[in-house]
């Protein structure tokens, strides 16, 4: 099997963080392997199916989807990669069709990954949070049209790979930005025979105009030489005035959540997250308290045995 890395989480480690934890943590991330346990393993088994319940019960065909990463919360970052989760993928139901970067090829793929494997990408075993978005029947019926359909999902997909990319440049993609972008196509019903460039230009404006905002973040140091090192870093798709100030735009699932949120008002939002054997269950855009703690009434708990 080839080794896919989700980096989108290493970029927003080094750009906020470039110290040498996170910088020795990204140069081997393609060489990682597995650590889990058994123990932990079926933990997060049991983690995905209280969620492959929660959506099955939900009525919906199709679901926005992001995990936790790194611990980055110091600097207001919970969740670094999203695909979209649909239940009549023809993987298995509810997989997560998502951008990964191959680290063998060194390029950038379409994957259609079950609920279970995208769980395992979870960077902490003992404590996890995943973030689920329900969208209206319309918006949802039409994205789920162009998520399953293979041709239309390579063609948001970019030749290059950049965790770190600007969204609205077409040199680069990251995998949040392909989602986005996977946005843009089924809301906006671009056709045609355009180039790949063209029709990501095309969905960049159009989210562009419709207020799409990425997360910016404050450089703690230049990053320009570290895209010696690794492959999948740039910045030469930013605008010079961002990069004269350190500042990098980039797209996160809290960018994508917060377009939805306002685009689509009528969506809605689940939180999960397990610390150990406890799960909970939260309902609603505010985020689920730290430390995976039931922060209301409202607030689902269940202990896993």
């Known amino acids: 099997m080839r080794r896919l890395a989700g980096a989108c989480v290493w970029a927003l480690c080094l750009i906020a963080w470039p110290g040498s934890t996170c910088w020795a943590a990204a140069l081997r991330y393609c060489d990682q392997a597995p650590t889990l346990s058994a123990a932990q393993k079926d933990l997060l088994f049991r983690f995905g199916a209280i969620i492959k319940t929660e959506l099955e ?3 919906q065909a ?3 989807i992001s995990r936790s990463g790194l611990d980055l919360d110091r ?3 919970r969740y670094s990669h999203a695909g979209v989760s649909l239940k009549a993928s023809l993987n298995a139901p509810w997989s997560v069709r998502q ?10 793929r379409v994957f259609d990954q079950g609920l279970a494997g995208f769980l395992l990408g979870l960077n902490d075993p003992s404590i996890g949070y995943v973030s689920i978005v329900l969208l209206p029947a319309a918006e949802a019926a039409s994205l789920e049209a162009a998520a399953l359909d293979n041709r239309q999902a390579l063609q948001a997909l970019g030749p290059t790979y950049s965790a770190n990319a600007y969204p609205f440049s077409v040199r680069y993609q990251n995998c949040n930005q392909w989602l986005a972008e996977m946005l843009a196509a089924a809301w906006g019903r671009f056709g045609g025979d355009d180039s790949i460039d063209d029709r990501r230009a095309q969905a960049q404006l159009w989210l562009l105009n419709r207020g799409y905002r990425p997360t910016q973040f404050s450089a703690s140091a230049p990053l320009r030489w570290l895209g010696a090192f690794v ?3 740039h910045d030469d798709d930013h605008p010079e005035a961002d990069l004269d100030h350190g500042t990098y735009r980039v797209s996160t699932p809290a960018s994508i959540e917060a377009f939805v949120r306002a685009t689509l008002p009528a969506a809605q939002r689940l939180e999960f997250c397990h610390a150990g054997p406890r799960v909970v269950i939260h309902r609603g ?3 689920i308290a730290e430390g995976c703690q039931p922060g209301s009434a409202q607030d689902s708990v269940i202990t896993l045995e």
Do not use: H, M, Q, T
């Open 285 to 287: 855009w505010d985020a």
């Open 75 to 77: 600097f207001g970052v």
């Open 231 to 233: 492959p999948w870093l």
């Open 62 to 64: 199709l679901a926005l």
């Open 57 to 59: 019960g939900s009525g």
């Open 99 to 108: 951008l990964y970067y191959d680290c063998d090829e060194r390029k950038p």
